[in-house]
């Protein structure tokens, strides 16, 4: 009954590669959302959809691109990863007609770009 | 340059004592949340505060928000040892997206 699920929860890889993280929410929100966490735990917003279409997209490097295929599940797809995108993602989904009212987030997905 | 930042960064206390965090933020705003972040988990939504109201309880929780300061606390009473995680403000601003802005966060240590 989990209700933002991520998977994988760690991934390593090395540089250059190309990866996917999934995310799943089963709460019937209709805003998600991709965060980014580093080192130092400073939380950046880095992408949200309304029913699959893309609102925010937080000056992200096009090396990485969402894909939401219905407004349950919203991927990240990261293409030729680079040492500084080590970080944990946070996928998060909120109630709809909300805005920016309570977030409720996944476990994350701790990736580690050798 | 972000939103919100927590004062202290990093907070020791025992438990049963009361924890205060601090936020302190930029622009105007339509509310101010507080998560809570377990070690290696995601955020858990606590609290949220209107930018009309000034304070707000749940539980052990007491929030106060001072829009003319661009502040807010965040008091937790009789602190017990599973309060032990990070806390972050995140702020909802008036201007642009509704997204969430999150400060660095307060780490808070409670000892038995």
Not at chain 2, 1 to 7: K, P, V, W
Request: proline letters at 4%.
């Amino acid at each position: 009954d989990t209700a933002v699920s991520q998977t994988p929860k760690y991934l390593v890889t090395q540089m250059g590669n190309d990866k996917s993280i999934k995310c799943e929410q089963n709460l019937g929100h209709d805003t998600m959302y991709w965060y980014k966490q580093d080192s130092k735990k400073f939380l950046k917003i880095m992408f949200s959809y309304n029913n699959k279409e893309l609102i925010i997209n937080e000056t992200v490097p096009n090396r990485f691109s969402p894909k939401s295929p219905d407004k349950a599940h919203l991927n990240l797809h990261i293409n030729s990863l680079e040492l500084g995108d080590s970080a944990v993602y946070f996928c998060a989904s909120s109630p709809p007609g909300q805005g920016a009212d309570t977030q409720y987030f996944g476990p994350g997905t701790r990736l580690t770009v050798l | 340059s972000q939103q919100g930042e927590e004062d202290p960064q990093a907070l020791s206390i025992q438990e049963g004592e009361n924890a205060t965090m601090n936020c302190s933020y930029k622009t105007s705003i339509n509310n101010l949340q507080w998560y809570r972040q377990n070690s290696g988990r995601g955020l858990v939504h606590l609290i949220l505060i209107r930018s009309n109201e000034r304070e707000k309880h749940s539980g052990r929780l007491r929030v106060t928000l001072d829009t003319s300061k661009k502040s807010s606390s965040l008091l937790i009473t009789a602190s017990r040892a599973a309060d032990t995680a990070s806390y972050f403000c995140a702020t909802d601003a008036v201007w642009g997206y509704s997204t969430l802005t999150f400060g660095k966060g307060t780490m808070l240590l409670v000892s038995p």
